[in-house]
Nanobody, 127 residues
Framework: QVQLLESGGGLVQAGDSLRLSCTASGRTFVMFAMGWFRQAPGKDREFVASISGNAQRSYYAESVKGRFHISRDNAKNTVSLQMDSLKPEDTAVYSC????????????????????WGQGTQVTVSS
């Protein structure tokens, strides 16, 4: 099991940037693939980005490709989501998730792939 805590959300204008962070508990963070998901009001939670435990693979939803960048620092037990050129349709609660993965070179895109979830941080983009 792993406990996750997100931070960095806020209110910004269209075109601005935000950087979200997620800190994980535990001593084997490198063995967990990490993902970011988001949920807008009245909509299902959707995949945003994922990164493998060894940080060598990443994958993005088409809607954020080229604007968002996922990274991790295994020495600090953190994963980040740099969000540039934000749009009003990016408004949502953003959650990070962890999945144990051995070997640690896989990425995952489905909610059901992940076993641990943070509580989320609100991102609001005004037009």
């Amino acid at each position: 099991q792993v406990q996750l805590l997100e931070s960095g959300g806020g209110l910004v204008q269209a075109g601005d940037s935000l950087r979200l962070s997620c800190t994980a508990s535990g001593r084997t963070f490198v063995m967990f693939a990490m993902g970011w998901f988001r949920q807008a009001p009245g909509k299902d939670r959707e995949f945003v980005a994922s990164i493998s435990g060894n940080a060598q693979r990443s994958y993005y939803a088409e809607s954020v490709k080229g604007r968002f960048h996922i990274s991790r620092d295994n020495a600090k037990n953190t994963v980040s989501l740099q969000m540039d050129s934000l749009k009003p349709e990016d408004t949502a609660v953003y959650s990070c998730a962890a999945r144990y993965s051995s070997p640690n070179n896989n990425v995952y895109t489905r909610k059901s792939d992940y076993g641990s979830w943070g509580q989320g941080t609100q991102v609001t983009v005004s037009s």
